[in-house]
């Protein structure tokens, strides 16, 4: 596919009717399939999606500490926010990017502009804060868009997607295109029950059948252990999936108080206890198989969004 018909791939969907019928935006999915999977293989990427069924569980801290932390086992990894409209991950980092890809999709910018280097090893990729379009992005739209960012200059061998709140077809669909999703639990029922909906819908609709599970911002680690007791007992236990238990984060301080110097607490607190759980989370994730193949998912679009320097160099 050349470089025009991927850029006028992306202008559609600044231009797709919001009326557009579900078989026509199946046939805009198909096509973009067949383009990209005529391509030249390209090496699979550890593709980890940061996700919780409720608000305010600190998956944005969660996606930001992990990435720093595998940058440092020298993996290259690409952080993208997840959230389109309401993307706020520079903060984290003390940015204001220049762009965005709302900018990409509406404002004139070339997708190649988008990312932003953090440092060695770690680049993010930042969506729109308060653009209403990126908020009305329909789930073909979105897969649309993930199939566009095959034209994105950085060559990665980790993905990972800070994903909005909720359970929308948008969220559901980043979750699924990735080879690892990362659940955040609380130790509240409330959460508890909305990690549960997150799981069987993203078996249901996904076919997901292997979720990791962190326990955050508990007290202790036997607290964490407990909030993992308990989700397993309210999935449904008809539902073919595997919980791996990942460990968990302490409710600690200092990461309120790195957030408040626009820092990482891996960062500003490298001796706290959240900080040295993020290393220890990130030791495990580094030594989780690495993919050899890419799956039947539509995984296969991220790849592309992470693998495009060694796309060029092979057209």
């Keep these: 596919m050349s470089a025009t018909r991927e850029i006028e791939a992306l202008d559609s969907i600044q231009h797709t009717n919001r009326n557009t019928s579900h078989a026509a935006g199946h046939r805009l999915v198909s096509a ?14 550890q593709s980890i999606a940061i996700a919780s069924g409720k608000g305010g569980a600190g998956k944005s801290t969660v996606a930001a500490n992990l990435a720093a932390a595998l940058a440092r086992h020298e993996h290259e990894v690409l952080l993208l926010d997840g959230d389109l409209a309401l993307g706020n991950l520079g903060c984290l980092f003390d940015i204001a990017p220049e762009a965005t890809l709302a900018d990409a999709l509406f404002g004139g910018f ?69 080879r690892e999703v990362l659940l955040l639990v609380g130790e509240e029922p409330a959460a508890l029950q909305d990690a549960a909906s997150m799981i069987a819908m993203l078996h249901e609709m996904y076919r997901v059948q292997r979720f990791r599970v962190v326990a955050n911002r508990v007290s202790s680690t036997r607290d964490g252990l407990d909030t993992y007791a308990a989700l397993s007992m309210t999935i449904d236990p008809g539902l073919d999936v ?10 600690d301080d200092a990461i309120h108080d790195a957030a408040m110097q626009r820092r990482l607490v891996i960062d500003a ?14 030791s495990r994730v580094a030594r989780w198989p690495r993919p050899t193949a890419p799956s039947g998912r539509t995984e296969f679009f991220m790849e592309r969004l992470v693998s495009a320097t060694a796309a060029t160099n092979n057209r």
């Design 269 to 282: 607190f490298p001796r706290s206890a959240a900080a040295m759980a993020f290393a220890r989370l990130a």
């Design 110 to 178: 070339e997708l190649g502009e988008i990312p932003v280097a953090i440092g060695d090893g770690l680049s993010l990729l930042p969506s729109a804060n308060g653009v209403k379009e990126m908020a009305a992005l329909s789930q073909i739209e979105h897969t649309a868009l993930i199939a566009s960012f095959s034209q994105l200059p950085v060559a990665a061998d980790t993905l990972i997607v800070d994903l909005a709140s909720g359970l929308t077809p948008g969220v559901l669909g980043f979750a699924g295109a990735t």
């Design 242 to 251: 595997l919980l791996d238990y990942c460990g968990s984060i302490p409710e």
């Design 32 to 45: 973009a399939n067949s383009v990209l999977s005529a391509r030249p293989a390209l090496a699979p990427v």
